[in-house]
């Protein structure tokens, strides 16, 4: 079984740049998408970035277009969130997991890491 855990989170200026780590551990199953989403206070839970495992191609959310990018290392054993240009409204708990083929709605994720605070001040 797939576990995560998040890292890198922090308080940035609005502006500024984070580099956000998705570490795995286990066997990430096929077909898969390993996906970044974030939940703000009060809020719902979003997709914020996705890669498909098999090929790599990735997506991003329209609210991370330009300013965020998702990757993965040459292992594969964790998964990159950049994000630039941030702005208050990106202030939430940034939470990775993972899904059977390609999937944006956070219902259908599973292996939840236990997230990690990303605070954008103004």
């Known amino acids: 079984q797939v576990r995560f855990v998040e890292s890198g989170g922090g308080l940035v200026q609005a502006g500024g740049s984070l580099r956000l780590s998705c570490a795995a551990s286990g066997r990430i199953f096929s077909p898969a998408t390993v996906a970044w989403f974030r939940q703000a206070p ?17 997506a991003i959310a ?7 990018f998702i990757s ?18 990106d202030t ?25 605070q990303v605070t954008v001040s103004s």
């Open 92 to 116: 939430a708990v940034y939470y990775c997991a993972a899904t059977r083929g390609w999937e944006t709605s956070p219902a259908q994720y599973n292996f939840w890491g236990q997230g990690t």
């Open 42 to 58: 009060g809020k719902e839970r979003e997709f914020v970035a996705g890669i498909f495992w098999n090929s790599g191609n990735t």
């Open 62 to 68: 329209d609210s991370g277009k330009d300013r965020f």
């Open 72 to 89: 993965t290392d040459n292992a594969k054993n964790t998964v990159f969130l950049q994000m630039s240009s941030l702005k208050p409204e």
